[in-house]
């Protein structure tokens, strides 16, 4: 199973896919607050979204699972 990561530390601002939405890859996912500005994360692979390993508000590290992708 495929996961997408958090590519900076920071806090979930916006789960912007719902769990059984399609992604290509390319397409923003999330949105993490780090340093004060607003970084869309963006998948890296094509399926749908599984499984959310994390909700707004959450803190995240760089390189932490996100999302399961299958």
Do not use: F, H, Y
């Amino acid at each position: 199973m495929k996961a997408i990561c958090a590519t900076v530390s920071g806090r979930v601002v916006q789960c912007v896919v719902n769990e059984g939405d399609a992604v290509k890859t390319g397409d923003e996912v999330v949105k993490i607050e780090s340093m004060k500005m607003e970084i869309p994360v963006e998948s890296e692979a094509s399926g749908l979204i599984a499984k959310w390993l994390v909700k707004e508000g959450d803190e995240v590290q760089e390189g932490q699972a996100l999302v399961e992708l299958s």
